[in-house]
């Protein structure tokens, strides 16, 4: 079994600062991990992912994400937000499983307000 | 490319009513799809989830039901809705555990 931590509910950030949203996990299998972005009403949008190889991801959107094994972490970060970079942010994981549908486990989402 | 559309995008129901909220897939075959609650300032919880048409698993016990009756086609469905039952319901579909899931819009349900 998996399990996600996003330590942080809210994160608030001015508008051209950078920022870094939080995340740990738990399991007792290999992982994939995953970063999702929900604006408001809407579902999740993909935002990266980590499958295996190089331990910094780059996604859309100006964002990226290092995958620490040691830590257990995998934190998102982004050198300069912007206004529309105001959402939730969720941090999933799924294990490595052969032969069965992917589970995924979220996290319970960070909420970035960015402000002028 | 692949789509998933979900309806409707809300929903108000009174309590004790039924419900069925569709979600269908476009563009690819045979994929995993998935049902997620996400209750207000909560993450998503995995309600069911089907590999196959006809085949249904279900992560939590509770007043829903899930059908599969097409390849692309997931339903979810309650004979009694709850008020409990409110909340942001998302369909997603996915093709294994190292590729990413795809959501849906959601829907809005609540329950009066």
């Known amino acids: 079994a998996q399990s996600v931590t996003q330590l942080d509910s809210q994160v608030p950030v001015f508008e051209e600062a950078p920022v870094e949203l939080r995340c740990n996990y738990s399991?007792?299998?290999?992982?994939?991990l995953f970063w999702y972005v929900q604006y408001p009403n809407q579902g999740l949008q993909l935002l990266l992912k980590?499958?295996?190889?190089?331990?910094l991801v780059k996604g859309i959107n100006g964002f990226e994400a290092e995958f620490n094994k040691s830590q257990t972490s995998f934190h998102l970060r982004k050198p300069s937000v912007h206004i529309s970079d105001t959402a939730e942010y969720f941090c999933?994981?799924?294990?490595?499983?052969?032969?069965?549908?992917?589970?995924?486990?979220f996290g319970t989402g960070t909420r970035l307000q960015v402000t002028l | 490319s692949q789509t998933i559309h979900q309806w409707p995008a809300t929903l108000v129901q009174p309590v004790g009513s039924p419900l069925s909220l569709e979600c269908t897939v476009e563009?690819?075959?045979?994929?995993?799809l998935y049902w997620y609650r996400q209750a207000a300032g909560r993450g998503l919880q995995l309600l069911f989830y089907?590999?196959?048409?006809?085949?249904i698993s279900s992560e939590v016990p509770q007043n829903l039901s899930a059908s599969r009756p097409q390849d692309r086609q997931f339903i979810l469905s309650s004979k009694k809705l709850l008020l409990s039952d409110s909340g942001f319901y998302l369909c997603?579909?996915?093709?294994?555990?190292?590729?990413?899931?795809?959501f849906g819009d959601g829907t809005r349900l609540s329950i009066l």
């Open positions: 563009g690819t075959s045979n994929p995993n």
């Open positions: 999933a994981v799924s294990g490595y499983y052969t032969g069965t549908a992917s589970k995924l486990t």
């Open positions: 997603a579909w996915g093709t294994g555990s190292n590729q990413p899931q795809h």
């Open positions: 089907s590999v196959g048409i006809g085949q």
């Open positions: 399991s007792s299998v290999s992982v994939y």
């Open positions: 980590y499958l295996s190889g190089s331990t």
